[in-house]
């Protein structure tokens, strides 16, 4: 990870949602960012390059970052007070228990997952983010008209999200947005993205509206 100044903790607090200790029951978004301004949430945002862009360009929407790496919610929390960007809150939790645990239905503008870990060995599958609850935790936390949106670079896996996502039956696919072919390195969606269109490797999209 690129050195940068560390900003000291207690800058970062603002744009910190703790949850560990915090008894299971559906968040107020008004009183998490202050404002009844709409939510979207990205899961499992690596470095933060979406959500840094999103959020600005965007800031009349609240963004929450659900991440399972506590060094990567700092990381991001560092870049996010560096910038002031109000509109931005970051959990360190299981996205999946987090759903299941603190979000409420018909809350959520939209939720964006890309590149999420493929979990290659069987063994090892049961740690995916998408299982039949996670797909229905989101259609449950999306209001109507709301947006799920899934990038991967791993064509099964992105099969099986699609799958997931079919037996869903408030689910329907949505069109993509147009993609621009990238002019430079920050005009890609994701750090993973960057590396993997740069490797030349096939890249699975899918959209889908919450009815
Ligand atoms: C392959 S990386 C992709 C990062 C970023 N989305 C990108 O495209 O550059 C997957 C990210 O999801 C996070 N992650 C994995 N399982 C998660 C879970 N259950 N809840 C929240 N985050 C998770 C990982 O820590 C990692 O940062």
Known sequence: MRRAVRLPLQALEPYLLEVKDRVPGPLDW?????????VEIEVGFGKGM?????????????????EIERTFQLYVANRVAKRSLANV?????????FFRDYVADGSVEAIHVFFPD?????????????TP????ACTRALRAGGKLH????????????EQLIAAQ???RPAPLATQEEPRHDMDYLTNFERKYRKEGR???????VRE
Do not use: M
């Open 150 to 161: 899934v990038v991967s670079d791993v064509a099964d896996y992105f099969a099986d999200i």
């Open 89 to 97: 809150r970051l959990a360190c939790a299981d996205a999946r228990l």
């Open 133 to 136: 609850e996670f797909a229905a």
């Open 118 to 130: 493929p979990w290659w060995k069987t063994r090892h599958r049961k740690r995916r983010l998408f």
């Open 50 to 66: 979406f959500l840094l862009a999103a959020a600005q360009e965007r800031p009349a929407t609240n963004f929450l970052g659900i």
């Open 169 to 171: 039956p408030a689910l």
């Open 30 to 38: 008004p009183a998490v960012f202050g404002n009844d301004r709409p």
């Open 202 to 208: 096939p890249i699975c999209r899918g959209a889908w």
